[in-house]
Every structure is written in structure tokens, then in C-alpha cells.
């Protein structure tokens, strides 16, 4: 497609680190202009230096900065920004923020108001999804006191899970085996959703210790049509949280993958979903069951191993479809090829609690090669800073097996170099290496059940001793002529 005439002719990013470069890269590649807003941690972050232009907002705490809608909006209309483009996290899914947008004319790139309010409330989106015919996860579809948790345990039978009505990010949720765990489960949960998002309820749900996380990636065309871009596989996690990623799952063969997708556009369409979204399952092997965990009314960070798979530029159908012009793309088009694997390099201290480890990065070489992706907001020099979260880098290997993918990923890991912050670059080669991982026969629980965490200690892998300076200066070469290189390459 040519774009003499892009949808948008300015759009800004309202955010930071490796999504706001990713967006940014694909607006140019439209040539739409881009604007980047930066806190003041940021100000020589890589995403304010690769856009058009760059607006200071804030403080360094998000909510001074890329959390301040006041802040961002200001910046759009000082820029002339006819879109914005929130990444993940910070306002993407805020429908307060998308209001905002539209009663000043600004497009915002994603769902609607009314998608984020039904699919952000979970209680809500529980019931609503229910009532049309998609099955979630045994559990309540209301908030429960403590005084009656025990006897609605007890019904949908230990173990069962404690959930913050208002959360996400994995924040809060609490595991029971027991009457005795649920009760103080039911308290601690409840606490820190008080403290992270405000509000206290919690609610139940049947635990699946033995289920994966799968996920289908969807899109909306604004036309009355949702498109699907197959599943994605994130059961490698720590505290409910995904490190690995990959597509299309291990776990399904064609039927499998055919129920699951026609589940996800069935969900997708009793919403009318709109823009790209991803519709997040536990499928639980024992039963041969899928039920819907939530839904993510945003762009993911997982989404390149689907752009690898199908080769479609999920940003890019974003923009398309915020402007109306719905997707560039028909879903028998739409073909799985081979298989990709997403690693998160984070900086952050796995032998010490995972505390994040902000700091300048003193060496800094992403890894290279043929089908090796590297999505990152920073650069050598450049400074981790403690306000955000760690991600460093994503990287993701395309193969035309899952095996050579694997390789390709181990082999990319080892040649990486980060020096001044401490990162997980170990505990992701220890995960690829691993035998359930190799197999592809492993669950959510991974890192716990197979021990890998306690591994971590005594780990260690060959690292390609690149990005380290040579001891000694080679001998200046002397001036040597053109024809005579040449003739040394080619053996005149
Ligand atoms: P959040 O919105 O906070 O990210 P989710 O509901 O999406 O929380 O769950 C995150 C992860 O927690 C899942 O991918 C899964 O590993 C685990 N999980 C959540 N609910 C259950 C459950 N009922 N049984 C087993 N695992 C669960």
C-alpha cells in the first residue's frame, strides 16, 4: 500500500520505552509524523529521540506525566495531532481518557469508551460474557465478603483464587489450597486492591493449577467485522506475570485451535469489538476445556510473535482502523507461517526478589541476525530509569519450526550484552533450555513446578564474549589501496 495520503497526518504517542519506538516506527513507515511526549526521567530516552518532534509533560511519576491526561492532551493540540496512539499500560485502557479525547476532536487509537468500560470492570465483563454464551472460569460472577468465601469454596472446590475486582498486572490475586490459606488470602487480596486500584472487592474463581494461558489475538474493523490473528501461547510466567511468549501454542492441533478461535470471534462479536484486542483463555488439558480469563482492550506486549506468524503490522491495522478505513487485510488472507518466540529481557535481580534494577547501561549490544526481532526503548549509555517498568528489550525469534525458533532464540540470548543493571538474560536461557519448555509440554506454573526458580542460583551459560573491548589496539594498518584489498579478497 502507498501512502501519498496517510489516514492521519500527525500522531502523538503517549507513552515511553520500546512501545512508543515500535509505534513511532510504524506511523513513519505510513508517513504519518510522529510526536512523543517524555517525563522528565526521560529526557534522553530513545522514543523522544526517534520522533518527529517531542513535548516535555511532567514530572518523572507517571501520574505527573504519562498518566496526567491534561498533560497529554495539551501536548496533541500544541502539535496539531489528529490521533494518539496510548501503547500499553498507562491510558490505554482508560475510558475516562478516551472521552477527553473525543470532545476535542482527537481520534484515539484503540477501542472505544464502551469497549474499555465493559471489558475493565471483570465482574462485569464475567457476566456479560456468560450471558452470551462464552464460558469463563468457574467462580462468582459478584464481589464476595469474607464471611461467605469459605462456603463458596468449598462449592466450587479448593484450590480457588482470590481476585481484585478492579485489578490487572497479576496485582493482588491470591491462591487458597485451604479454608485456612483462603481466609488470610481473602485479606491480603483485599488490602492491596484497596492500595493499588482503590477499591476493595475481590471475588473467586475455581484455580486451574495445571492450565495454560492462551490467548487470541483479534481485530475489530470498525465496519461491523472482527478478524482474527490466531493464538499466542504465554504460560511461561512468574507471580502471574508472562516472560515468554510464543506462537501459535504447542497445546493445540488444528480442531483445538479451530474451537478456540471460533469461542474468541464469537466473544469479539457479542461485544462488537472494535480495534485490535486480545480475548485471554485458561484451556485446561485435563478437561479439553477453554474458558475466558479476560479481555485486553489494547495492543499487548506479546503482539510481535503475531506479527511474525502472519505477517501483518498490528499497529499499522490500528491506525487504519481508528481512521475508518478498516483493516488492509481479508481473514482468508490471513495465513499461519511458521513459529515465533518472544523473550522480555527485564532489568530487574532474579536472586534478589526480582527487585528492579534501575541504572545507566555502561554496555549494551541487542542481538542480530536473520529472523531475530529486537523491540527496545534503550541504547547504550542510556539510563534505566527507576520510575517505569524495567523491560529492556523483547526479543523475538521466527523459525520455520518451533525448534529452530528455539535456537534461534537461545543462540540470540547468548550473544546479548547488558552491563550497569542486572537482568533475567539467565533465567531466560534457563527457561528455553528447559525440558518442558524444549517439549512444549508445560503450564503456567512452570517455573515453580519444574523447579526452574530454584535452579537459577547455579546457572550459568556460554555467553559470546562480543561487546567487550579488545585488551589491545591492532597495529595501525598502513595505507593499502583499493585494487590491492579487492585483489586479496578475490584471489587475483
Ligand atoms: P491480571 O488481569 O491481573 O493479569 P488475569 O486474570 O489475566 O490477571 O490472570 C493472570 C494469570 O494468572 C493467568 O495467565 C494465569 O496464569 C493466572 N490465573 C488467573 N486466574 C486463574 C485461575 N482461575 N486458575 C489458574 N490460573 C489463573
Known sequence: MDYADPPFRTILVANRGEIAVRVIRTAKAMGIRTVAVYSEADRSSLHALVADEAVYIGGPEPRDSYLNIEAVIGAAKKTGAEAVHPGYGFLAQRADFVERLEEEGITFIGPPARIQRLVGDKLGARRFFQGAGVEVVPGTFTAVEAKDAPSIAEELGYPVIVKPAGGGGGIG????????????????????????????????????????????????????????????????????????????????????????????????????????????????????????????????????????????????????VAAGEGTSFKQEEVELRGHAIEARVYAEDPLNGFAPSPGVLKAYRPPEGPWVRVDSGYYAGSEVPMYYDPLLMKIVCWGATREEARRRLVAAIEETVVEGVATNLALLHLVLNSEPFVSGDYNTRILEDWGLLDKLGEYTYRRAAVGRPAKEASPAPKAVEAWKLAARFYGA
Request: aromatic share 8%; charged share 30%.
Open 173 to 320: 490475586m491470591r491462591i487458597a489450597w485451604s479454608e485456612e490459606e483462603l481466609v488470610k488470602a481473602m485479606r491480603d487480596a483485599s488490602e492491596l486492591a484497596g492500595k493499588a486500584f482503590g477499591r476493595l472487592e475481590v471475588y473467586l474463581e475455581k484455580y486451574l493449577p495445571k492450565a495454560r494461558h492462551i490467548e487470541v489475538q483479534v481485530i475489530g474493523d470498525g465496519r461491523g467485522g472482527v478478524l482474527h490473528l490466531f493464538e499466542r501461547e504465554c504460560s511461561v510466567q512468574r507471580r502471574f506475570q508472562k516472560v515468554v511468549e510464543e506462537a501459535p501454542s504447542p497445546a493445540l492441533d488444528d480442531e483445538r485451535r479451530e474451537r478456540l478461535l471460533s469461542i474468541a470471534l464469537k466473544a469479539a462479536k457479542a461485544c462488537e469489538y472494535v480495534n485490535a484486542g486480545t480475548f485471554e483463555f485458561l484451556y485446561d488439558p485435563s478437561t479439553d476445556k477453554f474458558y475466558l480469563l479476560e479481555v485486553n482492550s489494547r495492543i499487548q506486549v506479546e503482539h510481535p510473535v503475531t506479527e511474525m506468524i502472519t505477517g501483518i503490522d498490528i499497529v499499522r491495522e490500528q491506525i487504519l
